[in-house]
């Protein structure tokens, strides 16, 4: 759903998966495989896998270390980059 979204609906365009999506609706039906696409925000992915509720998903390693669940990383799609930082509030810090 986020900004991955339309990375994520090019590659499955190229992988022939075909489905349409209505207006805010969360779910696709594929009109040529037996799969539907569940569509939700990438905090949610790895949680919804690791209990079973989708087979697969798509989301940011990052997101997946976060959530604590156990899944299997199956392909490194490469797709989006995660930077970390730390942070403070201005002159908190000394050196």
Do not use: W
């Not at 990383?73 to 000394?94: D, F, H, I, N, Y």
């Amino acid at each position: 759903k986020g900004r991955l979204h339309e990375k994520v609906k090019k590659m499955l365009d190229g992988a022939g998966i075909e489905y349409s999506r209505p207006d805010r609706l969360d779910i696709a039906h594929c009109s040529n495989l037996p799969i539907s696409i569940v569509f939700l925000p990438a905090s949610d992915i790895a949680t919804y896998v690791g209990e079973g509720n989708v087979d697969m998903g798509i989301t940011g390693e990052d997101i997946i270390g976060e959530s604590e669940v156990d899944v299997e990383v199956l392909m490194k799609l490469g797709l989006g980059k995660c930077r970390l930082s730390v942070q403070a509030p201005v002159g908190e810090v000394t050196d």
